[in-house]
């Protein structure tokens, strides 16, 4: 089955024609949409449209208590960016929201619904150490021992082992940047925070500017995790829904992707949103980002056929014969575009000779 | 069309097959499995339950089967799936129809939040629902299974299913009673019947009682809250009411919840409507005919006086 016929890809492009589905779709959509995450958000979009007490009372459940659970974890979540907030206030840095929390604190349509386990933030490279021992001081405490998963991540990665709080259980990643240090694209973090934006009534709190947002997701999406692909590229399609309405944000997009080294994954995210979700991109954008970003015919053939299988939920309605060595495949590039192939091949001999012990001490 | 209707031997092959949707209560579950001790449990004690056409919608979508490994022959187990996911490690394959029946309680607690989950049995008459929370052991389904055979109906021996209305959802699945319930109840109720006894499980020696056709049948037809009531057997003890302060019902029931943290704001509320609607007690029995008869009072009280 093509991803774009898959139920729950149908129903969140078309809510309004939800009423013709018939319950043996409806029972696709709701475990497909269970598997990816977008349950909730799916309830989100019927809500906004009016169309809840249209749909027949069995699958409207499963959309209510997705939706319960989405919504707890948002109050969960605004609790969670206050004490960070509280706890690295003294370090003069600015507290930047990345993904599912900045959706969700800022109120955006991506954040309706929007499912997520750990805050995700970013902080300048400078005051990293700062940030990590002001939460150390306040319960959050290091996840990974290992001295090699500690080297690995601080040399190499965006990102500090994540943080864990002590009480809550809550996991905070702090980034200083958006990709590793190793990797191919390297969008400079500065030109990030320098864009960043105060969310109205969070004073001290931020997300990246409009375009930076659509990028990063961007960037996380097609150069690497796809366990939550089709969510993301939904975050994506409601992202440039909601900004492509305000002025300018459609003109300065492939420039800033540009000067971001983040050209090739905005082409795939534009493409493959504009495909599933039939998310209204200006023609003229398209051909700016093709005219700067389009890969060579094979490579675009190759990538097609794998997005085609990776992007859809891992559920068994949607597998075929290649979807699993699709997924392998991509997963291989991710690492690819990761790291350099010595540091790859150095990184992977390590893991194969000391692998990681099951339980953690 | 009931499972009754089914030849043994034809459900066995249905179920191996593409599966039958069964309506267990308010879900719909569509249950695949090669495994003869699951068709079995499902042909005696789901006997009044209704299979509906296939190609439909199904709630949940389970498989029982044995393993991918030499453990399908070699002291065979079964493994329990819920559309793929396997929440729990394999067990005995003696075990395979309790395994369906916790697997079942699992997919309800992990995903029905449109209701609020509490660990409690619920019993109802002349209208009016006694909720029994308690924790394992206090023999809160042997006090709903004594009960039902006194002509309450059944409304859920593990998992009470509060709706946003403030309404008790049926569920009527076989009641699960465990060590010297099994034999208590097959003395005070001798037509209950009741199905294969299973030794060593993590719940010690467990078997299962058909529920009542008639709960079966009412199975679509929610009741109102009328008593919350805290049951704990105790040997040699005469059956005694204590009524019980709201707030301390009120806790005993949120600790009872699965998932009142998680509905949050509308878990409180619920609780409280509850608590409104309900009186609450302690009940201390030993004795299942006389605790019959204390809850007989009570219904009879209640209706009298509506």
């Known amino acids: 089955m093509r991803t ?33 995450d977008l349950l909730a958000r799916l309830h989100g979009l019927v809500q906004e449209k009016n169309l809840l007490a249209s749909l027949p009372e069995a699958p409207r459940a499963h959309l209510q208590a997705a939706r319960v659970v989405a919504d707890k974890q948002a109050t969960a979540v605004a609790w969670e960016v206050r004490k960070i907030r509280a706890a690295i206030a003294h370090t003069g840095a600015p507290l930047i929201l990345l993904k599912g929390a900045a959706y969700c604190m800022a109120a955006l349509a991506a954040g309706r619904g929007r499912v997520f386990s750990d805050v995700d933030i970013l902080v300048p ?8 021992a002001a939460l150390m001081l306040h319960g959050w405490v290091a996840t990974q021992h290992d001295a090699y998963d500690q080297r690995y991540y601080r ?23 958006i990709l590793p240090e190793t990797a191919r694209l390297r969008p400079d973090p500065a030109l990030l925070l320098a864009a960043a934006q105060p969310i109205a009534d969070e004073p001290g709190v931020y997300t ?48 800033r992707a540009q000067s971001l080294d983040l050209a090739r994954p905005l082409y795939y995210a534009l493409h493959w949103a504009t495909r599933l979700f039939a998310t209204p991109v200006p023609p003229i954008v398209l051909r700016e980002i093709d005219a700067c970003a389009r890969p060579s015919t094979p490579v675009k053939t190759l990538m097609n056929a794998l997005l085609q299988r990776t992007l859809a939920p891992d559920h068994a309605s949607c597998r075929d014969a290649l979807s699993v060595p699709a997924r392998a495949l991509l997963y291989a590039r991710a690492h690819w575009l990761r790291m350099p192939p010595h540091l790859l091949a150095y990184h992977l001999a390590h893991k194969a000779l000391f692998p990681p012990r099951a339980a953690t001490n | 069309m009931n499972v009754a209707h089914y030849s043994l ?29 699951v068709a079995e449990g499902i042909h005696q004690l789901y006997a009044d339950a209704s299979i509906l056409p296939t190609h439909g919608f199904a709630d949940f979508h389970v498989t029982l089967a044995p393993p991918a490994t030499y453990r399908r022959w070699f002291k065979p187990q079964v493994i329990f799936r819920s559309d793929g996911y396997a929440p729990f490690k394999p067990l005995p394959i003696d075990q395979a129809f309790a395994l369906f029946e916790w697997g079942l309680n699992w997919c309800i607690s992990s995903h029905a939040h449109q209701y609020l989950i509490i660990h409690a049995a619920a019993v109802e008459k002349h209208g009016f629902a006694a909720i029994l929370p ?15 055979n006194r002509g309450w109906r059944l409304l859920s021996d593990e998992l009470t299913l509060l709706s946003r209305e403030g309404m008790i959802q049926p569920v009527a699945r076989p009641v699960s009673l465990k060590n010297q319930s099994i034999e208590v ?68 029931l949120a600790q009872n919840a699965f998932n009142y943290s998680l509905l949050a704001q509308e878990g409180f509320r619920r609780l409280t409507a509850l608590m409104g609607a309900s009186a609450s007690y302690r009940f201390h029995y030993s004795d299942l005919e006389e605790a019959a008869s204390v809850f007989d009072g009570i219904a009879e009280q209640r209706h009298a006086n509506m």
Request: neutral net charge.
């Open chain 1, 125 to 132: 490279r400078q005051r990293i150490n700062h940030v990590e």
């Open chain 2, 185 to 252: 109840i097959s003395q005070f109720a001798p037509q209950a019947c009741i199905g294969r006894i299973v030794k060593d499980t993590i719940k010690g020696t467990v078997a299962h009682m058909r529920a009542p056709a008639g709960s079966v049948a009412r199975v679509y037809e929610q009741a109102q809250p009328g008593w919350v009531i805290f049951p704990k057997y105790q040997a040699g003890v005469s059956a005694t009411l204590t009524p019980m302060g709201g707030a301390e019902a009120f806790m005993g």
């Open chain 2, 134 to 148: 308690a924790p394992p052991g206090s023999g809160k389904s042997t006090l709903a299974a004594g009960l039902v």
């Open chain 1, 208 to 255: 990246l500017a409009p375009a930076d947002m659509v990028l990063h997701s961007a960037s996380h999406l097609f150069c690497g995790e796809f366990g939550h692909g089709l969510r993301d590229l939904s975050d994506i399609d409601l992202l440039l829904r909601e900004f492509g309405t305000v002025a300018g944000f459609w003109d300065g997009l492939v420039a």
């Open chain 2, 9 to 37: 031997a034809g459900l066995r092959q249905e179920m191996a097959r593409d599966g039958i949707y069964l309506q267990t209560g308010a879900f719909v579950a569509r249950v695949r499995s090669p495994v003869s001790q």
């Open chain 1, 155 to 177: 040399t190499w990665m965006h990102e500090i082992p994540p943080l864990l709080h002590i009480r809550r259980l809550s996991v905070i990643d702090v980034h200083h940047a």
């Open chain 1, 4 to 36: 774009c016929d898959c139920a729950i890809v149908r129903a969140l492009r078309e809510p309004d024609r939800l009423d013709q589905f018939s319950m043996a779709e409806w029972d696709t959509l709701i475990r497909q949409g269970r598997r990816a």
